[in-house]
């Protein structure tokens, strides 16, 4: 889920950067520092939107650095349990298959994949490949790396600097999407 928050970030500037330039100097600092970043407690950072304050800046009296904290808007991404989400496929093997999720690596274990697809070792490159149906109007599914699937998160696990999840494409409408 994507979500705009109010945060803030500690930035330490040599003195070298005080010149006209200062406050782009530290808006680009900012930028390269925390966009594409996660934290446990918010998730990835995608975006800065705003940046609301610039602190004053404090002298460190032993590097000579000055250390200023800002405070600035950005759209952040927290994937939460049994969240549906549509990702790009990165890796298939007979262990089940990685879908990327913007930023997020989700694993879908072959457990979480419905009977209907089975993993097929001869296929190059490797795939989940539907059994044929007599059906005329049923195509045949396959779910290989690049295709786009649907999946429902079912459990994720936060560290400090990272966002594990697992996935699962065992119900209705979810699965290959065309």
Known sequence: MFFLKVLTHTIQLH???FN????????????????????????????VVDILDIGR?????TSGLAEFTIEY??????????????????????MGFF?????????????????YLKFDPNANPPAFVSELTDSADT????????????????GTRVDQSEIFAIGSIKEDYLGPVA
Do not use: M, W
């Open 15 to 17: 003195p070298q950067y």
């Open 20 to 47: 006209r330039e200062f406050e782009g100097n530290l808006r680009k600092r900012l930028y390269d520092e925390v966009e594409g970043t996660c934290s446990g407690r918010y998730g990835y950072v995608i975006a």
């Open 73 to 94: 808007k950005a759209v952040v991404f927290k994937p939460f349990k049994n969240q549906v989400v549509d990702g790009v496929v990165t890796t298939v093997n007979k």
């Open 139 to 154: 195509a045949a599914q396959r779910i290989e790396k690049g295709t786009h699937v649907r999946l429902r998160i079912i």
């Open 99 to 115: 879908v990327e999720v913007g930023p997020l690596q989700v694993f879908v274990a072959n457990l979480s994949v419905p009977p």
């Open 57 to 61: 800046g404090v002298l460190q009296s």
